[in-house]
């Protein structure tokens, strides 16, 4: 048995925040005992036009992973399509390469030091505000990213979800 993950937008339901990584059994058992635990998600509400299917098992865990990291690292002031505290992070991947965001997210101020270009400019436009140091590792950093890539531009809150394939 496989596993596919179904990234659902469900913008529409205001579940903003919430994670759940269920799988289909769960929803049968729900079926048959209704709403004692947890919230019901109404399937005939999902949207299906913001369903992001990965390639991958390995790129699905990558956007799990990374949809958690996000919230607990980096939600305070980031978000993907708005500017918060720091930058709208939507399309980092195509205006820094990598290493890059890796070594910015585990020390920007070494990044400023070093007297990077676009590191200066980017803390002198944002009032010199000191992003904090993370102590993430590389293939923690590429999870986030993973995440921010599949955001939904209309559906700005996402629900995980993980279906056992047949
Ligand atoms: C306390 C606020 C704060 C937190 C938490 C934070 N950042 Fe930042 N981030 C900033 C600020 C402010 C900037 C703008 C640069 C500066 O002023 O140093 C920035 C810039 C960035 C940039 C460059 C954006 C661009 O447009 O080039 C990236 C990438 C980034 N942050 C990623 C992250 C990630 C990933 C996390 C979580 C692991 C995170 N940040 C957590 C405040 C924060």
Redesign the pocket.
């Known amino acids: 048995m496989g596993l596919i993950i179904i990234l659902l937008g469900v913008g529409t339901l205001s579940m903003a925040g919430l994670v759940s990584i269920m799988p289909a059994e769960f929803y049968e058992a729900e079926e048959q005992q209704p709403a004692d635990e947890g919230p019901v998600i109404p399937r005939d509400r999902v949207s299906v036009a913001s369903t992001y299917i990965p390639a991958s098992t390995a790129e699905a865990a990558a956007i799990i992973s990374g949809d958690a ?2 919230k ?7 978000s993907v399509y708005q500017q ?6 939507a399309d ?1 991947d195509k ?2 390469p990598m290493p ?2 890796v070594s ?2 585990q020390n ?2 070494k990044v ?1 030091a070093s007297g990077d270009e ?2 200066v400019k ?11 140091s ?1 102590g ?1 590792s590389r293939k ?2 590429e999870d ?2 993973a995440w ?1 890539k599949v955001q939904p531009e209309s559906a700005p809150a996402i629900h995980i979800e993980a279906v056992a394939a047949n």
Do not use: T
Request: hydrophobic letters at 50%; proline letters at 4%.
């Open positions: 990291l996000f607990a690292n980096c939600a305070q002031c980031h918060v505290v720091g930058p709208k992070l980092i205006r820094r890059w965001i910015w997210v920007s101020a400023i676009y590191g980017l803390y002198n436009e944002n009032g010199k505000q000191q992003m904090p993370f993430l923690e950093i986030i990213i921010i």
